[in-house]
């Protein structure tokens, strides 16, 4: 394909999960933000991040269906 050629990737497409002996990088669940959370809540976190410290769960929640789920789409 060429530079600029973008191929559609089926709806239901999420990125492989990549696993070594010390890491395993996977995709987004919904089970993933109460940990999140733990982290995104983090004023001295989130200025290293493009979102503000979240506020709740539900917040964290929201960014991980609005905001990472989708990124998976592009």
Known sequence: TGRGCHMMKP???RPPTLTN????LR???DHDA??????AKNPNVA???LWEEH????????FVH????LR???
């Open 11 to 13: 709806p239901d497409w």
């Open 21 to 24: 002996a010390r890491l395993t």
């Open 27 to 29: 995709p987004f669940t």
């Open 34 to 39: 109460r940990p999140l959370f733990e982290h």
């Open 47 to 49: 200025r290293f991040t």
């Open 55 to 62: 506020k709740s769960v539900e917040e964290t929640l929201a």
């Open 66 to 69: 609005d905001y990472a789920l």
């Open 72 to 74: 998976y789409r592009e």
